[in-house]
């Protein structure tokens, strides 16, 4: 596309809810809320308050019963707890980051009120006598449901004592079990994406690795790394892993934690820079490292903790390389290799999934203790000298909550054993380039031999292409959207008479991107000529390279000039996410601001919405009749609404 794109708490289920302004009054079944009833009381300024983690149906019914007691103008004031306020949640781990929710939060509530007068600020103190709402004079409702109504009662009290009139309180009833509501909890949400690959989501930290979307060589195994913070418990799943051997899969483990140890053996180049770097004091008197004294250096020291790390890794990833070529030669198809260090070390380059396993802090605390006898101090500065849970398993492409039983534990590996498999039907290393969920190495491979193109020419410029989509500041842009493309061209097949012609171009339309580029199309151009140079050692036709080299040129402006044939439908293909259903369209348009994210927040509102309105002004979005028909609707709506989000400015995020 164009660069032009400018202790545990458990959560109570929600149910089915119902408004009661006054306790006297009859109820008023939410969602179907009157649109004005002169019973209801109401009010120019209202407060509410939550996490609103995975927004769902509870969530929207009680912002529909704040709007419907909100009059003509009034402000709505909504409390959205932070990350710090919620470290004892179930899975807390997993709960979207603060501006996210605020996001969904604001997308929602314009879409249901475009002017309405929102303002967002962050819940910092647990204690509901805290909150900002007890200061402000100009309230005079706040939302609660009945579960909260006593945090209610607490904060008028202190209003009181200050001087300040008590808030009218209006309640939301938890209804008979059986509802439809009453199943939903984003507790319950976050426990179903255990075990599942989390990827998709928008505020997905993705470092670079070999994704299964862009493998280069066929014949090494699929490579798992398995990770976890201190006392998580990654070496029993990995035994767990070792125990199941299923799916098909020829699958082999490797503990990197004990190769890693082996480079601390005298005679290694590894002993002489441990030595040289941390003193005699860390040598035992037989000669071997003091590993207790080493880690007495480096636990709670992050520069120590580096240091080390950069000693001992080079070898590390040395010995996986080496165990990883003689698994090929042997046909092993998936490894699974646990290491507690594959983020911080930047070993997940070499992985093409990582899959984390976490507990609570707490409870790794306790294992701490136990495990190694150590004071509750001396876990504490071991668990800060690490990465949060948090943090990992926002980079994880696979959770594992390992705080349960054992049978929990299996049932989530379970799961994530047979999704891997279905990914790549059985063979995460094996399957055909003509396939439509083919890794996309293997799409090029069939491409290349398609072409004819020599072995050494087709590997050289897999690994030119696969790293430019896998460059640092791309969000969007990346191989998952020539993966995308590819997936339509499969659907479309039939409709399109030259395909090596559509493949070349959906592999290099978008291998130059670079959101600061200043020439308009700049990228294009340049992702052209990148084309050309390829074209050139492979020795392609003229009359191919031509076609293709057109065919990119034109995502400069998808809509400009005439475009038949092949070409219509490429253009069309690239332009399909905008015809995404809403969640997918949420996830391109966040994605896109975040290449965008050196661009000042106003002015990146206004080039955006400039691009989105030119898009809703030229009528037609898509140029074949069958994209056209598929898309255009939903692609009106979801540009609708997202300038409508792009509007709103006064949401205070800090």
Not at 393 to 407: H, K, P, W
Not at 597 to 602: G, I, S, T, W, Y
Request: charged letters at 25%; aromatic letters at 6%.
């Amino acid at each position: 596309m164009s660069n032009n794109e400018g202790g545990s708490q458990t959560s109570a289920p929600e149910k089915e809810v119902s408004l009661m302004a006054h306790p006297k009054e009859t109820p008023l079944t939410a969602p179907q809320l009157p649109q004005e009833n002169p019973s209801v009381k109401h009010f120019h300024s209202i407060a509410l308050g939550g996490t609103f983690d995975r927004l769902h149906a509870g969530h929207e019914l009680l912002l529909d019963a704040a709007l419907r007691v909100l009059s003509p103008g009034g402000q709505l004031i909504i409390g959205v707890t932070t990350e710090e306020l919620l470290t004892n949640k179930v899975l807390a781990e997993l709960i979207e980051p603060y501006s996210f929710r605020v996001s969904q939060l604001t997308a929602y509530l314009h879409s249901r009120s475009p002017n309405l007068n929102l303002k967002i600020v962050p819940l910092i103190e647990a204690d509901p006598r805290r909150q900002p709402v007890v200061d402000n004079a100009t309230l005079e409702c706040i939302v609660v449901s009945r579960e909260t109504e006593a945090a209610a009662t607490a904060i008028n009290e202190v209003r009181r004592q200050k001087g300040l009139r008590g808030l009218e309180v209006v309640a939301v009833n938890l209804v008979a079990e059986g509802s439809a509501y009453g199943k939903l909890s984003s507790t319950e949400m976050r426990e179903r994406d255990l075990g599942r690959l989390l990827t998709d989501r928008p505020y997905f930290v993705r470092g670079p690795r070999l994704s299964h979307k862009a493998r280069l060589a066929a014949a090494h195994p699929y490579m798992i790394g398995l990770t976890g913070g201190i006392a998580s418990g990654k070496s029993s799943v990995r035994q767990m892993i070792e125990d199941m051997r299923k799916g098909g899969l020829v699958t082999e483990t490797i503990d990197c934690d004990a190769l890693g140890h082996l480079s601390y053996l005298p005679g290694t180049p590894s002993y002489s820079e441990i030595a040289r770097a941390f003193g005699e004091g860390v040598v035992r008197e037989d000669g071997t490292i003091n590993r207790p004294a080493l880690g007495a250096i480096v636990f709670g020291d992050p520069a120590q903790m580096t240091r080390l790390t950069s000693i001992v890794w080079p070898a590390v990833r040395r010995l996986v390389a080496e165990k990883r070529e003689e698994m090929a030669e042997r046909g092993v198809q998936l490894c699974v290799a646990e290491a507690a260090l594959i983020l911080e070390s930047g070993f997940e380059t070499q992985m093409d999934e990582v899959w984390v396993v976490f507990v609570p802090r707490g409870v790794a605390r306790e294992r701490l203790m136990a495990r190694n006898r150590l004071s509750g101090e001396e876990a504490d500065k071991r668990l800060d000298s690490q990465m949060s849970s948090a943090a990992r398993v926002s980079r994880a492409d696979v959770a594992i909550s390992n705080t349960g039983s054992i049978e929990d534990t299996a049932r989530q590996l379970d799961l994530a054993w047979r999704l891997l498999g279905e990914r790549f039907h059985t063979s995460p290393a094996g399957q055909s380039s003509g396939s439509v969920n083919a890794p996309m190495w293997a799409r090029w491979s069939g491409l290349m031999d398609r072409l004819e193109v020599g072995p050494s020419v087709a590997e050289k410029w897999w690994a030119v292409v696969r790293e430019k989509y896998s460059e640092e500041g791309r969000f969007y842009h990346t191989m998952e959207h020539v993966r995308e493309l590819y997936r339509l061209c499969h659907t479309y097949a039939h409709f399109l008479a030259d395909l090596p012609a559509v493949h070349l171009a959906i592999f290099f339309h978008d291998v130059i991107y670079d959101p600061r580029c200043a020439r308009k199309g700049g990228n294009e151009a340049d992702s052209a000529a990148l084309f050309l140079e390829f074209a050139r050692e492979a020795g392609l036709a003229q009359e191919l390279v031509d076609k293709v080299e057109d065919f990119i040129l034109a995502t400069a402006s998808h809509l400009a000039g005439d475009a038949a044939g092949d070409k219509a439908w490429f253009l069309d293909f690239d332009l399909a996410v905008l015809g995404a259903e809403e969640g997918a369209y949420i996830r391109y348009a966040d994605n896109i601001w975040k290449e965008y994210r050196h661009v000042p927040e106003e002015q990146y509102r206004q080039g955006r919405t400039a691009v989105l309105r030119s898009f809703l002004d030229s009528g037609n979005l898509f140029r074949t009749d069958a994209l056209k028909e598929a898309l255009q609707n939903q692609a009106e709506r979801n540009i609708t609404a997202e300038i409508v989000g792009l509007r709103t400015t006064n949401v205070n995020l800090t």
